[in-house]
């Protein structure tokens, strides 16, 4: 039977485990023999105990758990010739040629740069005497299919990448606690959210939680912005609001580049409205806990249409992912190219074009 890995590599997210369950039991329901990669592309260059075969019991009662149960890592030995020579030896030996790789555009081009070596690394591997001619021959090519597991929701092409809607909700729990505790002393606060690059979990917090200013990477303020926001914010006071928040991207700038750091708005804040405002960074618990229902659903549904994909298609690598409300199959290096596009937009002031390529999600 044909031979199926998946991998979960980068930085964790909520949702994860759904898709590996995903993976394991479509591919033992086709008749495949799937195995799991632990510890990300670690696992793959170190094989030996990291690269394990899966029962349908393996993945029982992981689809409500946080993280991902196979491990992830970040592998710098994967990104040097040698590291992914060892990694394509490790999988051809056991026999693997086709892959399910979850992780964010980084992990998914080092995804495709081992498809894309592939043929020569098993050459120089047959020229080392390291694998026989027999077993390349029988494996010409990796075949790869993406899943983007990543809280950010930063990837162009797919609407919601997995992970995202549960920090989501984990940034809104923050948000209703804290307003309450605003509400009672007619205080500030400042909320600072993850997100890389990307806005989303910055701006739909904002919306979903009535906040009442939000700073994002793709449209830096006008200088002055610390008026402005004085100016909202007394406004709300006036209007009978007793608690102001406001919610600030860890990625966000002013149009000099300089980041808007939370201190930064809190300062301002202090400065213009002659209060102390407080701040609150919820880091890494919006990573964590259990994924939310439509983050156990729709990483299902991707595994499933993954697995399937490399069982069936043509090979060319394809992440799959979500566009209003259907699942789609995206040109894997696409996807990743136009990502890293609306990074250097951003990054080169030019935030019309960032927010218009980012066309998915909110920017539509
Ligand atoms: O990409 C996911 C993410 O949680 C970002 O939102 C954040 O900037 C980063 O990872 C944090 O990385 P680390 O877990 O390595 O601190």
């Excluded at 979990?201 to 449209?219: H, Q, T």
């Amino acid at each position: 039977p044909v031979k199926i890995a998946v991998l979960t590599s980068g930085g964790d997210a909520q949702g994860m485990n759904a898709i590996v369950r995903a993976v394991i039991r479509t591919a033992l329901h086709e008749g495949a023999r799937p195995f799991a990669i632990r510890e990300g592309w670690k696992g793959a260059v170190e094989g030996g105990d990291l690269i394990r075969e899966m029962s349908w019991g393996d993945v029982s009662t992981i689809l409500h758990r946080g993280g991902t149960i196979i491990g992830t890592a970040r592998s710098d030995r994967f990104r040097e010739r040698e590291g992914m020579r060892a990694a394509a030896k490790n999988l051809v030996s056991l026999g693997i040629d086709r892959i399910v790789s979850i992780g964010g555009d980084g992990t998914l081009t080092g995804t495709n740069e081992l498809k894309l070596q592939w043929s020569s690394l098993l050459a120089e591997l047959v020229e080392l005497g390291e694998i026989d001619q027999e077993t390349a021959d029988r494996h010409p090519t990796l075949r790869i299919a993406g899943v983007v597991g990543s809280i950010d929701n930063d990837l162009v092409g797919t609407d919601m990448t997995v992970g995202a809607d549960s920090a989501l909700h984990r940034i809104i729990d923050a948000v209703d606690a804290i307003s309450s505790t605003a509400e009672s002393h007619r205080r500030s606060f400042v909320i600072e959210v993850m997100g890389r690059h990307c806005g989303y979990l910055a701006l739909m917090s904002a919306i979903a939680g009535g906040c009442d200013y939000v700073f994002v990477p793709e449209m830096p303020p006008a200088d002055g912005w610390e008026d402005d926001m004085c100016r909202v914010l007394r406004a709300g006071r006036k209007a009978g609001r007793r608690d102001s928040i406001i919610i600030v991207a860890e990625g966000a700038t002013d149009r000099r580049g300089e980041r808007i750091t939370s201190e930064r708005v809190a300062q301002a804040l202090e400065a213009g409205l002659g209060e102390e405002a407080r701040v609150t960074l919820l880091g890494h618990v919006q990573r964590g806990g259990p994924p939310s229902a439509y983050d156990r659903w729709m990483p299902t549904l991707l595994g499933y249409t993954a697995t399937l994909e490399l069982l069936r298609s043509d090979g060319e690598p394809v992440i799959i992912g979500t566009r209003r409300n259907r699942l789609v199959r995206l040109p894997l290096m696409q996807a990743v190219e136009d990502t890293r596009a609306v990074k250097t937009y951003t990054a080169e002031g030019d935030y019309r074009r960032a927010v218009e390529s980012r066309g998915s999600s909110y920017a539509e």
